[in-house]
């Protein structure tokens, strides 16, 4: 196996990792939402800012960083997958030529 096919399995492989970890924190983030609007809600009727709507801005504010963080490195690993799973030009040209003139020799034969 050659470096650039064991590194391209090894960005898969964190890219397989990441993905239903970065689904989690944007459910995570979705929920700390929710809470601010309950705990928005419960305020009202409090007439103030108490300590469970600073928590709930501060949880959304760290998940909203998580999943950016996990996002980008998300983003990175596929566009570094893609350019180690792809083919080389040089290589696919080779190839079609290859098969180029096969087809002509089986051609002249006939």
Do not use: Y
């Amino acid at each position: 196996m050659s470096t650039r096919r064991f590194f391209a399995f090894c960005t898969l492989a964190a890219w397989i990792a990441l993905t239903p970890i970065a689904v989690k924190t944007s459910l995570d983030w979705i929920g700390a939402d929710n809470t601010i609007q309950l705990a928005s809600e419960q305020s009202k009727l409090a007439d103030g800012l108490d300590d469970s709507m600073v928590v709930a801005f501060r949880t959304r504010q760290i998940k909203q960083l998580e999943f950016r963080w996990e996002g980008t490195i998300w983003v990175g690993l596929t566009l570094i997958g893609s350019a180690l799973l792809a083919e080389p030009r040089h290589k696919a040209a080779h190839e079609h030529v290859a098969v180029a003139e096969h087809s002509v020799a089986q051609t002249a034969e006939v």
